[in-house]
């Protein structure tokens, strides 16, 4: 008969009275050929995993690996029906995901995995977590998901991440898994633990060195009582979490500051022109990491036009008029809600600054409602051609902005 286990994560959340994502099963005594007699589909490329016939789950027969290359795909597999269930957990990453459930709800533990559960310590099963330099990023990523319930890192594996970095295993990630990870951790609840955790083990300036050398860099204290860039940059990915579920607003309020880290000494702590410094930046970043391009045209707009949103209420209705314009807010079913929500991150993103207010999205959002409900018939009939008739248009959304400033904000 055959013997099924749930395994890894569905095991650790359900312990934790977290929400169980998704459902995974080891198999021991089983070959291929008789899964597969048995309806099960054979997906796995490089192990053999199957999906259930009815419950469409991912079933793995049970499996040892062996290091042959640098990567995470540099392992040899050994699946057979003699690999025992501990065998089968002791190659997994941490104690808390190396525990299995039977049929009858009892837990199979042997390396320890509900002490650590329960005194919330992220801890390496075996020596062999160096060997998958994903790992890194993966505990990273859990640090973010339950950093809210208090877990933190035991000191011995923060050495062995260490290790690996100094020992240069990080080199070989490939941009694909790094985006994917980076993906996943914007999505939880503490983003920021992502990033501080890789600082903690000297990951970071290896896999994200755009983001590392933002620390250390000083801001003016009266905007920035926080003073560090790297600080701010990650407080302002913690308000944009609290203010929308998006990871494109979390990922555009993260590297809107990139600039800040090219600011010559001789003018710190003031960044002038950082918002465009950055650019060159942020499109580097996006390439070698294969960041889709919704997350990049989003970040671009908040990292330009940030500071300009900052201060709109100086802004000239002409100008105000042309950044909306640069911001894609005439065009059909435009929103620029996301750009707002980077910016308010940006602003309240700051030591003691987390609940003020933010009125300069609303006096954008009543300026674009304005500027959008000109009536451009009498224009196009005029016989204007070409530049002409954006240049009437123009004035007719800076007239609109010009008498809503004086209707809605008189001095």
């Known amino acids: 008969m055959m013997k099924t286990f749930l395994v890894g994560g569905a095991v650790r959340d359900q312990l934790l009275n977290y929400p169980v994502r998704e459902r995974d099963w080891v198999v021991i005594g089983e070959t291929p050929e008789t899964m597969q007699a048995q309806g099960f589909l054979a997906v796995g490329k490089d192990f053999p995993v199957f999906l259930h016939p009815k419950s469409h789950e991912e079933y793995a027969l049970a499996r040892t690996e062996r290091k042959t290359a640098h990567g995470y795909k540099g392992f040899a597999v050994h699946a057979s029906p003699e690999v025992t269930l501990e065998e089968d957990l002791i190659r997994r990453d941490l104690t808390i995901n190396a525990m299995a459930m039977d049929e009858n709800g009892n837990i199979i533990d042997p390396y320890h995995g509900q002490v650590d559960l329960k005194n919330k310590i992220f801890r390496h099963v075996s020596p062999a977590f160096t060997e998958d330099p994903v790992r890194v990023l993966r505990i990273a990523r859990f640090a973010a998901r339950y950093a809210h319930l208090g877990f933190r890192l035991a000191e011995e594996t923060r050495e062995l991440m260490e290790q690996m970095v100094a020992e240069g295993e990080v080199d070989h990630l490939v941009a694909e898994r790094v985006w994917a990870e980076l993906h996943k ?51 302002c990915l913690e308000q944009a979490a609290q203010l929308s579920a998006k990871p494109t607003v979390r990922f555009a309020a993260l590297v809107h500051d990139f600039g800040k880290a090219l600011t010559e000494a001789e003018i710190l702590p003031h960044h002038y022109g950082h918002e465009k410094k950055g650019l060159r930046t942020l499109e580097s970043f996006c390439q070698r990491l294969r960041v889709p391009n919704e ?66 999205a609303d006096y954008i959002r009543k300026a674009m409602q304005a500027a959008n409900q000109i009536d451009t018939k009498a224009v196009l009939a005029s016989g204007k051609r070409g530049a002409q008739i954006g240049e009437a248009i123009r004035a007719l959304r800076i007239n609109a902005i010009t008498q809503m400033i004086k209707n809605e904000y008189p001095a």
């Not at 290896?206 to 905007?223: K, T």
């Not at 008029?321 to 620029?336: M, S, V, W």
């Not at 996301?338 to 300069?360: M, N, V």
């Open 295 to 360: 997350f990049k045209y989003l970040a671009m707009q908040v990292m330009e036009h940030h500071t300009h949103c900052h201060t709109v209420f100086k802004l000239r209705a002409n100008t105000l008029t042309d950044i909306l314009l640069n911001l894609g807010a005439f065009k059909k079913g435009a929103d620029l809600e996301d750009f707002l929500l980077s910016c308010q991150a940006d602003a309240q993103g700051r030591l003691g600054k987390e609940i003020q207010p933010y009125p300069q």
């Open 185 to 235: 951790a914007l999505h939880e609840q503490t983003p920021s633990a992502f990033f501080y955790t890789l600082k903690e083990c000297q990951a970071l300036q290896r896999i994200f060195p755009e983001i590392y050398n933002l620390f250390g860099v000083p801001q003016p204290a009266q905007h920035h009582p926080e003073i560090d860039t790297g600080i701010h940059s990650l407080m």
